[in-house]
């Protein structure tokens, strides 16, 4: 399976973004999709994720971003952008474990972009 991640850029605190993520092969469409992002000198961070069906967030951004996938498309809109959502956020597929841990991921995006102005 491969990820492309798109859609990041600059963006004004308040704004709406949509990243999208395209994956290669039939199997994504059985494996658990997620987001993580990262910031420079610290560890990736769990951004949301859809596993078996049901969606779970980062208290962080509940209730602003939604993730969302349709066949080999994962989603990820973003809402009311605050400055402390800038970040390189990369798309996931093929997950074992707790979702919020980025070891437990075997597949991920290059990374897309997002800063976010005050």
């Known amino acids: 399976v491969q990820l492309q991640a798109s859609g990041g850029g600059l963006v004004k605190a308040g704004d709406y973004l949509r990243l999208s993520c395209t994956a290669s092969g039939h199997a994504f469409r059985s494996y658990s999709v997620g987001w993580f992002r990262q910031t420079p000198g610290k560890e990736r961070e769990f951004v949301a994720a859809?596993?078996?069906?049901e969606e779970s967030y980062a208290d962080s951004v509940k209730g602003r971003f939604t993730i969302s996938r349709d066949k080999n498309m994962l989603y990820l809109q973003m809402g009311s952008l605050k400055p402390e959502d800038t970040a390189v956020y990369f798309c996931?597929?093929?997950?074992?474990?707790?979702?919020?841990?980025?070891?437990?991921?075997?597949?991920w995006g290059q990374g897309t972009l997002v800063t976010v102005s005050s």
């Open positions: 859809i596993k078996w069906g």
């Open positions: 996931t597929a093929q997950q074992a474990g707790s979702p919020h841990v980025a070891s437990n991921w075997g597949y």
